[in-house]
T-cell receptor
Framework: EDKVVQSPLSLVVHEGDTVTLNCSYEVTNFRSLLWYKQEKKAPTFLFMLTSSGIEKKSGRLSSILDKKELFSILNITATQTGDSAIYLCAVRTETSGSRLTFGEGTQLTVNP | EAQVTQNPRYLITVTGKKLTVTCSQN?????MSWYRQDPGLGLRQIYY???????DKGDVPEGYKVSRKEKRNFPLILESPSPNQTSLYFCASSLHPGSPLHFGNGTRLTVT
């Protein structure tokens, strides 16, 4: 059974801090890993990673994948209160076709 | 604006009373899917559709039906809702099965 585990489940920081969110996976025939940000409503897409060692970056957010050690990290630098959200990690496999297997998510709270 | 629209946003109903949650996308996406989100379990796929008239079961299809008569619409039908179907439901679409999903704003369903 495909499994995605995120850590920590919850994190509270102050504005300006840098955070690292973790996502590890145990799946057969890995294809891609995706990160989403969920505020009070729809999850919104952040990154899709398919290759090891290649950093994806968007503003203060960046992510990298390690296919050997089966994990990904999402970094947020100089956090702002608007970064408060649940961050979801999901994995797609060659055999699952379209289906994404999601982790539970990390609840990030950024205090002023 | 490109979006996935779900209705209603909130729904309270009683056991056994049939209901439909509508989902529509205006991005001409081939692929559509329904997920439910529960605390401690993350997002789990209910049903998906690769294209018009092509639907298939996800991880938790029991108690649900779907149809895809038109490309833009993918309603979720609960013929006889039960309290264990109380959840937050998301419709999502993507250009192709391997592309990132775009999510609707969610429907919070309570079955008493």
């Amino acid at each position: 059974e495909d499994k995605v585990v995120q850590s920590p489940l919850s994190l509270v920081v102050h504005e300006g801090d840098t955070v690292t969110l973790n996502c590890s996976y145990e799946v057969t025939n890995f294809r891609s890993l995706l990160w989403y940000k969920q505020e009070k409503k729809a999850p919104t897409f952040l990154f899709m990673l398919t290759s090891s060692g290649i950093e994806k970056k968007s503003g203060r957010l960046s992510s990298i994948l390690d296919k050997k050690e089966l994990f990904s990290i999402l970094n947020i630098t100089a956090t702002q209160t608007g970064d408060s959200a649940i961050y979801l990690c999901a994995v797609r496999t060659e055999t699952s076709g379209s289906r994404l297997t999601f982790g539970e998510g990390t609840q990030l709270t950024v205090n002023p | 604006e490109a979006q996935v629209t779900q209705n209603p946003r909130y729904l309270i109903t009683v056991t056994g009373k049939k209901l439909t949650v509508t989902c529509s996308q205006n991005m001409n996406h081939e692929y559509m899917s329904w997920y439910r989100q529960d605390p401690g379990l993350g997002l789990r796929q209910i049903y998906y559709s690769m294209n018009v008239e092509v639907t298939d079961k996800g991880d938790v299809p029991e108690g649900y039906k779907v149809s895809r008569k038109e490309k833009r619409n993918f309603p979720l039908i609960l013929e006889s809702p039960s309290p264990n179907q109380t959840s937050l439901y998301f419709c999502a679409s993507s250009l192709h099965p391997g592309s990132p999903l775009h999510f609707g704003n969610g429907t919070r369903l309570t079955v008493t």
